[in-house]
């Protein structure tokens, strides 16, 4: 399909985030773009987990079923501490809240790959190599015009930014990015991180240490080292496993993990049996900061445009909420423009729907950076005073059972469902 001389609707970003939007926007019947600046599918280790809300926002667009296909059901993910249990997360809590009572394990990758597949069929087209460098207002007018590095550019009436942590939407909208607890800019070079981790996808060799889950989550916190089995993207290639290990701040962290890896894992792994590594598909090291925009909504000139995913908010990984938070931004990103272009309302009650967009997703996404900034603390907790301090509140969480319901509903993002 040729790239078109204009649209109704431009997203500008073709990660689960932004094709979650082009696909329920299509499916609502508005004419709708997706650009990418990058020329294939993303790879290498990144998102692995859809929770419940998350799935229940996705069966509104009949996506929940093929994601759920390609993916693994774990009804609860284990932490330990060096070896002994410390808590259970049970997803079977809530058989009475969702038809959704689990997390999804399955690798952001797998998660594009079917989005891409399931906008083609509506009859889409993912445009890559589309990488923007500028967004010109027209003047009376409520357009914009888009302009690409390739020469091109495209007239639209909306804009969603799924573009990313350096989004030039969010950038040209003029929205800051400041972390909502502690206000320090996203690009404070005297920022601190959140979480410094490498991340891996590889395949492992048989026999594994008994007491790590094939079909589930594992986390060791004292010398921290998860472990998540997924399947691959590539038919044939057989299930592999992602790997994380974080490092304090200050650490020194190998510029080159691969060649690291085996050793690293071999310095934290508790178990007497040895986890090998037979192949790495991939390894990177990630330094994370907080950040969130001020506002989800802003003009270029006189052109709405909507922020989602990474784009709105970054935070830590822990937890695996950024590609949920980000794909339930992008379907109530889509329904809110729906709503604009049908609304026979005056102008500034037409553009309320925007604001009620902004405000109820900034307060979700705040909420979801408080929840990754608690467990990433934990994850740091392992050592002296704050270790035990860890352990005594893992005591609590494990035995009672309305503390333990409330943090899988916080997990899940079902406790989401009130905004």
């Known amino acids: ?127 890559l190599n589309k990488k923007v460098i500028s967004i010109q207002p027209i003047d009376n007018s409520d357009n914009v015009t888009v302009f690409f590095e390739d020469g091109t550019s495209i007239i639209t009436s909306y804009i969603v930014g799924a573009d990313g942590i350096h989004s030039i939407v969010r950038t040209t909208a003029g929205i800051s990015f400041t972390d909502p607890f502690t206000g320090k800019q996203y690009d404070d070079p005297k920022g601190s991180y959140e979480l410094i981790v490498v991340l891996s996808d590889l395949f492992l060799e048989e026999p594994l240490p008994e007491k790590i889950s094939r079909n589930a989550l594992t986390i060791h916190l004292d010398k921290f080292l998860l472990l998540l089995p997924l399947r691959s993207a590539d038919e044939g290639n057989g299930p592999f496993w992602r790997i994380g290990i974080n490092f304090p701040n200050g650490a020194d962290v190998p510029k080159n993990p691969s060649k690291e890896l085996q050793k690293l894992i071999n310095e934290r792994n508790p178990w007497p049996t040895p986890i090998t590594i037979s192949s790495i598909i991939s390894a990177s090291r ?11 909504h802003s003009t270029i000139g006189n052109t709405n445009i ?54 109820n997703r900034h307060i979700i996404g705040r909420r979801v950076i408080g929840t990754t900034k608690g467990l990433t603390t934990v994850i740091n907790s392992n050592r002296g005073w704050r270790r035990l301090i860890r352990n005594a509140v893992f005591f609590v969480l494990d035995r009672f059972s309305f503390a333990k319901r409330a943090f899988v509903w916080r997990v899940s993002g079902l406790v989401n469902r009130d905004v």
Do not use: W
């Not at 390609?70 to 997360?89: I, N, Q, S, W």
């Not at 990630?286 to 989800?296: E, G, H, I, L, T």
């Not at 922020?307 to 938070?325: E, F, K, R, V």
């Open 1 to 127: 399909m040729s790239f078109p001389h204009e649209t109704q609707v431009l997203v500008i970003g073709a990660g689960p985030v932004g094709l979650a939007a082009a696909i329920a926007l299509y499916q609502l019947n508005i004419k709708v773009t997706i650009v990418d600046g990058s020329s294939a599918l993303h790879k290498g280790a990144r998102a692995s987990i859809v929770h419940s809300r998350t799935l229940e926002v996705l069966e509104t667009l009949n996506l929940a079923k093929p994601v759920i296909d390609k993916g693994t059901p774990a009804d609860h993910f284990t932490m330990r501490g060096k070896t002994e249990e410390l808590l259970t997360v049970d997803f079977s809590l809530l058989k009475q809240d969702t038809q959704f009572p689990f997390s999804l394990l399955i690798s952001q990758e797998l998660i594009e790959k079917i989005f891409v597949e399931e906008f083609e069929k509506l009859g889409g087209t993912v445009h």
């Open 286 to 296: 990630y330094r994370v900061r907080v950040a969130q925009a001020d506002k989800y």
């Open 306 to 359: 909507l922020l989602a995913g990474d784009a709105a908010h970054i935070h830590s990984p822990t937890g695996g909420q950024g590609m949920n938070l980000g794909i339930c931004d992008a379907i109530a990103a889509a329904q809110a423009i729906h709503a604009h272009i049908h609304s026979d309302s005056p102008k500034p009650e037409r553009d309320e729907i925007f604001a009620a967009y902004s405000t």
